[in-house]
């Protein structure tokens, strides 16, 4: 059985492993929508019911490839998306937008392209500094109030801009990178999480794809693959980080389980307010991923694997230098 978690201070119960449909339409090779929209229907068949996507995940491609999905089964999922990084069609370079005129905007356009009037989770995506926190807050409360938006999250903030965010309105959700690979969240975010009783939303929780140990080097990935341009995926890194994921899958191997069940069993047995959202193409892997977070880990087991991936044993930035552009480093 998958847990379950509530999502924010007073949303609804959801089953504690979402979807990422980001993969569906770009940054990791080229995809088939008809396939992707088989992977989704398996997905929500099997109970899952957090969904995210974004404005900017093949500019719009991947909010539309949801609509039939939020057509189907609106009222049993719960469809996030996110606004806030503007970029120009094939290009990785963005800039940062948390304009109000551009929020409102952004927010007619995602609901347009979802087929919905109301997004059930709204995040800002990337943090403009340029706007105070309070003024971001307050468009979208605004929003709320005209049921454009039910429930606000942030994205990749540090846990001031959270609690600051949380006096003006209460935040349901943070998402930002957590796995066994990239444990900033430990360092204050998930404290303040939880004494908000904000959810944090753990992505790419399986570290790209790297923590399942089935990807030795980029050399097959398309050019255009997101992961040919991080630190962490290049030679030397890649050289130093496979030796994490091979202790990784002989502890895999003796529980009988694969490495990303177990990336997956550690994220939601270690945190109580943890929705980890992995993403995948193939319907096996869904099922995998599935199996992987009803698993249940021992104390012990969770100790070990949080020793086995210390921050400082994870060679490379988690970004390249562009990507950084409104994340809040911790
Ligand atoms: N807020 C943000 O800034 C932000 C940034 C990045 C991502 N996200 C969200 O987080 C979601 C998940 O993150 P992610 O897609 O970057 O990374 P992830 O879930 O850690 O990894 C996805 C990669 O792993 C592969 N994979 C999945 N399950 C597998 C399995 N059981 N065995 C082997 N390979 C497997 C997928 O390949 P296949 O598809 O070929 O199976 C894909 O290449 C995204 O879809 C997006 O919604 C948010």
């Known amino acids: 059985m998958i847990p379950t978690r509530t999502l924010g201070p007073d949303g609804p119960t959801l089953s504690a492993l979402g979807f990422g449909c980001m993969g569906m339409s770009e940054f990791y090779g080229p995809s088939d929508d008809a396939e992707s929209r088989r992977v989704l229907e398996a997905a929500v068949e099997a109970g899952i019911q ?34 806030g990084i503007a970029r120009e069609p094939g290009q990785y370079a963005r800039s940062i937008n948390n ?49 454009k938006v039910r429930a ?24 930002s990178e957590y796995s066994l690979w990239s444990r900033e969240p430990e360092r204050g975010l998930l404290d303040a999480c939880r004494e908000l009783g904000t959810t944090l939303v753990a992505y790419s929780p399986l570290g790209r794809g790297f923590l399942t140990g089935t990807l030795a080097s980029t050399d097959a990935l398309a050019e255009d693959d997101f992961r040919r341009r991080s ?9 130093h980080n496979r030796r994490l994921v091979a202790a ?23 945190q109580p307010n943890v929705i980890p959202i992995p993403g995948t193409r193939k319907i096996s892997r869904l099922q995998e991923n599935l199996a992987g977070a009803a698993l249940t880990l021992s104390a012990t087991e969770i100790a070990e694997l949080d020793a086995l991936f210390d921050p400082a044993a994870v060679a490379g930035e988690r970004y390249p230098e562009a990507g950084w552009a409104g994340i809040e480093r911790t």
């Open 50 to 83: 957090m969904f995210d996507t974004a404005d900017t995940y093949g500019l719009g491609h991947n909010e539309r490839l949801l609509a039939p999905l939020i057509a189907a089964h609106g009222a049993r999922i719960c469809v996030a998306t996110k606004f």
């Open 99 to 147: 304009q109000p005129d551009y929020i409102r905007r952004a927010c007619d356009a995602s609901r347009a392209r979802l087929g919905v009037d109301t997004i059930d989770l709204y995040y800002c995506h990337r943090r403009d500094p340029a706007v105070p926190i309070e003024t971001l807050m307050e468009t979208l409360a605004a929003l709320v109030a005209k049921d």
């Open 152 to 175: 606000i999250g942030l994205s990749e903030v540090s846990a001031d801009t959270l609690r600051r965010a949380a006096a003006i309105h209460p935040v349901a959700a943070v998402q």
């Open 231 to 239: 630190p962490r995926f290049a030679d030397a890194a890649m050289a």
């Open 248 to 270: 990784l899958g002989d502890f895999a191997a003796a529980r009988g389980a694969t490495p990303a069940q177990i990336a997956l069993a550690w994220l939601v047995g270690k």
